[in-house]
């Protein structure tokens, strides 16, 4: 079982930056390198969950609304995600959460890299309680 627990969250203008965290309770890269891979996911209040971000060893996609503003990244043995973003608008508000999948034949891991990816919730296995960025104007 993986735990995920999400930091960073804030109030924000527009403009600024944050750093989201994302720790594991146990490494998601064990005997074998990327044995998990992870994706950012965010939920504006009334609004469908979706995908931000998703990486997998040295592959990453991005949702294009945050193309060259967001950065994902793994640190730690792969067990820490963080989430860069900077120039922050009022419409990246929301619940911000991590989530992991188990790498598999034909899962959302061996996706990730590939153009015009974008991570689905259903395909993920794990997932942290979330935590809040508020953009003001």
């Known amino acids: 079982q993986v735990r995920l627990v999400e930091s960073g969250g804030g109030s924000v203008q527009s403009g600024g930056s944050l750093r989201l965290s994302c720790a594991t309770s146990e490494s998601t890269s064990t005997t074998y390198p990327a044995s998990y891979c992870m994706a950012w996911f965010r939920q504006a209040a009334g609004q469908e969950r979706e995908g931000v971000a998703a990486i997998s060893g040295a592959r990453a996609n991005y949702a294009g609304s945050v193309m060259g503003r967001f950065t994902v990244s793994r640190e730690n043995g792969e067990s820490s995600l963080y989430l860069q973003m900077n120039n922050l608008k009022p419409e990246d508000t929301g619940m911000y959460y991590c989530?992991?999948?188990?790498?598999?034949?034909?899962?959302?891991?061996?996706?990730?890299?590939?153009?015009?990816?974008?991570?689905?919730?259903?395909?993920?296995?794990?997932w942290g309680q979330g935590t809040q960025v508020t953009v003001s104007s």
């Open positions: 989530a992991a999948a188990r790498s598999g034949i034909g899962g959302p891991c061996d996706r990730i890299g590939a153009y015009g990816y974008s991570p689905r919730p259903n395909e993920y296995n794990y």
